[in-house]
C-alpha cells in the first residue's frame, strides 16, 4: 500500500505541474481491438479483462524487484495513462474563463467528457457533470488502483472506454454498448459511494446523507442498484449546504462560477480524505 500511495502522489504532481504527459493518454488501439475480440457481451468482457490481466501479471512480476522500484515506474506510467483523459482542474479553470457563446458551449462539452449533450449554463448542470467528470477521470481509477493495482487502473479506463467514450463503442451493437455502459456504471458504484462518504465527512453531513436517502428512496430506485447515477444530487445538495451555510465561494445557489468554485473546492478535500484514508492503512500495516 505504501507504494501505491507513492504513486498516486507522485501521479497526481506529475499530471498537474507536467500538462505535456497528456498525450500519452491514447487509447487508440481499442476500437480495432474491440471489433477483434467480437461484438458480443463475452467479447466486450474479454477486450477489457486481457489487457489488465496483462498488467496485472507484470505488475506481479515487478513488485519484489529492485526494491519495488520497477514497481512503482510501472505503476506510474499506468495511472499517468490511466488518469484523465484531460485534467479536471484545468478543464475547470477553462470553463470559469470562458466567454459566453461557442468558447463557453465548447468548454461546457469538454467539462462533461462529451457525454452531456447540450450541458446547460445553470449551477445544478454543471455541477452534476463536474461530479461525473471527476469520478470518471480520477477517482474511481483511484480506487480500483488502490484495490487491484495498475491492472485495476487498467480495468476501469478501458470498460470506461468500452462504454462509449471517446466513441471506442460506436461499431457495437446497442445492446452490446448498453452492457458495456452497465459494466462500467457496477465498476464506478463503489467509487462513487466512497466519495459519498468523503464529502459527508468534509461537507454537511446530515444534507449529504439525506440527499442519498432521498435519492434512493424515489420510486423505481434501489440500494442495491450498481450504478453511481445518485452522485450529481449528492454533490448539489453538498455545494449548496456549503453556501447556505457560508462555507462556500457561492452566496446563493445560483451562481454558477461561484458553486464550480465550491465543487473544486470540495473535491480537493474529497481527496485529501482519500490520500488520508490510504496513509493511516500505510501506517496501520507498519505498525501490525
Not at 237 to 243: I, K, M, P, R, T
Amino acid at each position: 500500500m505504501a507504494l501505491k500511495l507513492l504513486a498516486v502522489l507522485l501521479a497526481l504532481l506529475l499530471a498537474r505541474g507536467v500538462p505535456t504527459l497528456l498525450h500519452l493518454r491514447s487509447f487508440g488501439w481499442l476500437k480495432p481491438w474491440l471489433r477483434a475480440t467480437g461484438a458480443t457481451r463475452t467479447g466486450i468482457v474479454l477486450a477489457v479483462l486481457l489487457p489488465a490481466a496483462l498488467a496485472g501479471v507484470v505488475s506481479y512480476v515487478l513488485l519484489d524487484r529492485w526494491l519495488g522500484v520497477l514497481w512503482l515506474a510501472f505503476a506510474l506510467v499506468t495511472l499517468l495513462w490511466t488518469l484523465g483523459p484531460r485534467e479536471l482542474e484545468a478543464d475547470l479553470e477553462e470553463l470559469l474563463n470562458a466567454a459566453e457563446g461557442e468558447m463557453r458551449a465548447t468548454a461546457l462539452q469538454n467539462f462533461g467528457d462529451g457525454s452531456d449533450a447540450a450541458l446547460a449554463w445553470s449551477a445544478p448542470s454543471v455541477v452534476g457533470a463536474g461530479i461525473n467528470a471527476a469520478l470518471r477521470r480520477r477517482y474511481a481509477v483511484l480506487f480500483w488502483f488502490f484495490i487491484l493495482g495498475p491492472g485495476g487502473a487498467l480495468l476501469y479506463r478501458l470498460a470506461r472506454l468500452a462504454a462509449g467514450a471517446a466513441g471506442h463503442a460506436a461499431g457495437l451493437p446497442a445492446a452490446q454498448q448498453d452492457f458495456a455502459r452497465r459494466m462500467a456504471a457496477a465498476l464506478e458504484w463503489p467509487a462513487a459511494l466512497l466519495m459519498v462518504l468523503a464529502m459527508a465527512l468534509v461537507s454537511n453531513f446530515d444534507a449529504v446523507l439525506g440527499s442519498l436517502r432521498a435519492w434512493h428512496n424515489e420510486p423505481g430506485r434501489s440500494w442495491l442498484g450498481l450504478d453511481p447515477d445518485f452522485l450529481p444530487a449528492i454533490a448539489v445538495a453538498g455545494v449548496n449546504a456549503d453556501v447556505e451555510a457560508g462555507d462556500g465561494y457561492a452566496v446563493d445557489a445560483t451562481d454558477v462560477a461561484g458553486e464550480l468554485e465550491d465543487l473544486a473546492h470540495l473535491l480537493n478535500r474529497v481527496l485529501l480524505v482519500w490520500l488520508v484514508l490510504a496513509a493511516l492503512l500505510v501506517l496501520g500495516g507498519w505498525m501490525a
